[in-house]
């Protein structure tokens, strides 16, 4: 009668220690982000997503401003302050990074999709260069305190990392 629970018990064991494996290499595959590192938005055929980029790139939209202890598995966004950050879980053990948008005055920004239609309506804001496609202007990038935008601009103010960022019409 013992004999039936070997086969199981021996895949039981396999699968945990593989389990453990696995995420003590997640956590080891690479450095934890920290603040003032850059994420560019990368279309797929099927999705979009963020990649790490050099900040000076023109395709690095997103900075991160502060990693925030996550302890669960799930992207919470209200773990960032208040404020228009961009959330990312970069990994499945690590915080959450809390983004600002990584930008000068005079930028262009759009949305990005995936490359392919798919039934997802997900999209991105990227920079791009300034033509007929963008959708917004970078009229103006104040650090420090609190700023107001013109009439008709949208007002994004970071609370932490003290940033304020204006965004018009092309």
């Known amino acids: ?14 699968c945990v220690a593989g389990l453990t494996v696995l995420v003590e290499e997640l956590k080891a595959e690479r450095p934890a982000a920290t603040p003032s590192d850059c994420y560019a938005v990368v279309a797929s055929k099927r999705s979009v997503g963020l990649e790490e980029a050099d900040c000076a790139a023109h395709n690095a939209t997103y900075r991160v401003a502060l990693r925030v202890d996550s302890p669960d598995w799930s992207l919470d966004p209200g773990a960032c302050p208040g404020g228009p950050y961009r959330a990312l879980r970069p990994g499945p053990t690590a915080d959450t990074l809390c983004m600002t948008l990584n930008v000068r005055e005079g930028d262009c920004l759009q949305h990005t999709k995936p490359l392919r239609k798919t039934g997802t309506r997900f999209s991105e804001l990227a920079r791009n260069t300034c033509g007929p496609a963008s959708e917004v202007k970078v009229t103006k990038v104040v650090t420090g305190a609190r700023e107001s935008c013109g009439p008709g601009e949208k007002t994004n103010h970071y609370s932490q990392s003290a940033l304020t960022v204006c965004l018009g019409k092309p």
Do not use: E, H, K, S
């Open 1 to 14: 009668m013992w004999r039936q629970w070997i086969v199981p018990g021996v895949l039981t064991a396999a």
